[in-house]
C-alpha cells in the first residue's frame, strides 16, 4: 500500500488549504481512510475519518466546523479541507488507511490504520 499526502505549506491564519492523499495497492473502496497530525514535541493526534462511500464522517472537537473530510473513489483519494486555520493547526499532517482485516479499535485510534503518508507539513503563521 502507498498513500502519497500534498497540498501543505505555509498560509496565514484564517486561510485555507486543501490536502490530498492519492492511495494505491489496495482496494480502496472498500476502506475507511483518515487524517492525523503531529506536532512537534506533541503526540500523532486523530483530525478526521471518513467511511467507503463518504456517509460517515468523524472529527476532533478542535477542527469541527472548520474541516471537512471527502473522498473520490474514482481517483483513489481522499482530502481534507482545512479552513479559518490557526497557528494551533501547524502539524505534520498524515493520511491513513484502514487496516486489513479490519480492526477492532475506533476510527479515532492510530491502531484502526496500518498504512501511513509520508506526512505533509502544514504551518499556519499568526
Known amino acids: 500500500v502507498q498513500l502519497q499526502a500534498s497540498g501543505g505549506g505555509l498560509v496565514q491564519a484564517g486561510g485555507s488549504l486543501r490536502l490530498s492523499c492519492a492511495a494505491s495497492?489496495?482496494?480502496?473502496?472498500?476502506?475507511?481512510m483518515g487524517w492525523f497530525r503531529q506536532a512537534p514535541g506533541l503526540e500523532r493526534e486523530f483530525v478526521a475519518a471518513?467511511?467507503?462511500?463518504?456517509?460517515?464522517?468523524y472529527y476532533a472537537d478542535s477542527v469541527k466546523g472548520r474541516f471537512t473530510i471527502s473522498r473520490d473513489n474514482a481517483k483513489n483519494t481522499v482530502y481534507l479541507q482545512m479552513s479559518t486555520l490557526r497557528p494551533e493547526d501547524t502539524a505534520v499532517y498524515y493520511c491513513?488507511?484502514?487496516?486489513?482485516?479490519?480492526?477492532?479499535?475506533?476510527?479515532?485510534?492510530?491502531?484502526?490504520?496500518?498504512?501511513w503518508g509520508q506526512g505533509t507539513l502544514v504551518t499556519v503563521s499568526s
Open positions: 471518513i467511511n467507503w462511500n463518504g456517509g460517515s464522517n
Open positions: 495497492g489496495r482496494t480502496f473502496t472498500d476502506v475507511v
Open positions: 491513513a488507511m484502514e487496516g486489513s482485516p479490519r480492526r477492532t479499535t475506533a476510527v479515532y485510534e492510530a491502531a484502526f490504520y496500518d498504512a
